[in-house]
């Protein structure tokens, strides 16, 4: 067996040395690195030594041998046949394609979710419109922070043009609203598993705190500056949020009604498709958090912010309309 086994590895061992090689130049350097001709090589080095190791198990090389063939060629496999992405263009293809791509496809679950926050929205103006005290039913006093019914206008006046505040605690702010909304929308996604009944309430909430914010402003005269406060960030806020709620609803559907495939495969398919849309919308909650947090402190000008939340409006439009369109998923 030994003498069997020295012949072998004497015959082909050049081969599994320069595959070797190889590997290390890539793993070291990367694939870019090798010439053409290495390039070239390459698979044929790969589809010898998986020759190699299929003898070897076949006349019962000695275990050494078929433990290092066996990891040498998963180590070629994945330069063969693995991905040859990078990072960074497995980040453009999602943004150029998947994500749009998903978002068109489960279009019915981000109309649903919208339809719910808007509810919310007009049910919470009217219902505070007739009783006031109804606000602090639906706004929290930590989340208010001094913004309700027995505010002075001037106070609620200053909270829209805060000129006073330090650039860190701006930023400071900045990250806390991204990890509050983050949490809202992974809430609204997880929520899905209880057949989507809790996202649809959630949506509602959302949407009623929305609606009391914006009536107590409208009742003394600043709903033009109000939305003009909440739009340019909101625009990207609330759409992530609805996003993350559309999630939620394609959980719930697969899990609800996985149609002709088994339970578990349609809730693993939807899951991941729904997955990935929460991923792209924590993207977008973090660009809505530094718009909050920075730009609409420091830009005071009414007309410049309806102008960026009209910017980034037909920029989501567009993005999610268009991008991505002919491409076979």
């Not at 019962?60 to 998963?74: E, F, H, K, T, W």
Request: proline share 3%; with cysteine; charged share 20%.
């Amino acid at each position: 067996m030994k003498l069997k086994s020295l012949e072998f590895r004497r015959e082909r061992e050049a081969t599994w040395r320069e595959l070797e090689s190889l590997l290390g130049l890539i793993e070291r350097k990367g694939l870019a690195s090798l010439s053409a001709d290495q390039l070239t090589r390459l698979p044929v080095l790969y589809r010898a030594t998986l020759s190699s190791l299929s003898v070897a198990r076949a006349i019962s090389l000695d275990r050494n041998v078929l433990d290092y063939l066996a990891n040498l060629s998963g180590r070629a496999y994945v330069h063969v046949y693995g991905t040859r992405r990078t990072l960074l263009e497995t980040v453009s293809v999602y943004v150029r394609l998947r994500f749009p791509i998903l978002v068109r496809k489960h279009a019915w679950a981000l109309v649903l979710a919208s339809f719910f926050m808007i509810a919310g929205i007009f049910g919470g103006q009217a219902l505070v419109e007739q009783d006031q005290e109804r606000y602090y039913a639906f706004v929290p006093k930590e989340l208010a922070g001094g913004r309700d019914p027995s505010a002075t206008t001037e106070t609620l006046r200053e909270a829209l043009y805060d000129t006073g505040t330090p650039a860190d605690t701006l930023l400071a702010f900045a990250t806390f609203l991204f990890q509050h909304n983050s949490r809202v929308g992974m809430m609204s996604f997880a929520l899905g598993f209880l057949a989507g009944v809790p996202v649809i309430l959630l949506m509602l909430y959302n949407g009623l705190v929305l609606g009391a914010f914006s009536q107590l402003y409208e009742s003394r005269g600043l709903g033009v500056d109000f939305w003009a406060w909440v739009l340019p960030h909101g625009v990207t806020e609330l759409l992530a949020i609805v996003l993350c709620g559309a999630a939620g609803l394609v959980l719930a559907r697969a899990l609800v009604f996985p149609g002709p495939l088994p339970r578990l495969e349609s809730l693993a398919r939807g899951g991941r498709e729904a997955g990935m849309i929460v991923i792209g919308a924590i993207g977008m909650l973090f660009f809505a958090g530094l718009i909050e947090g920075i730009f609409r402190q420091t830009v005071h000008d009414v007309a410049i912010r309806y102008s960026v939340a009209s910017a980034t409006a037909v920029f989501w439009l567009v993005y999610f309309g268009f991008v991505g369109r002919g491409v076979q998923r």
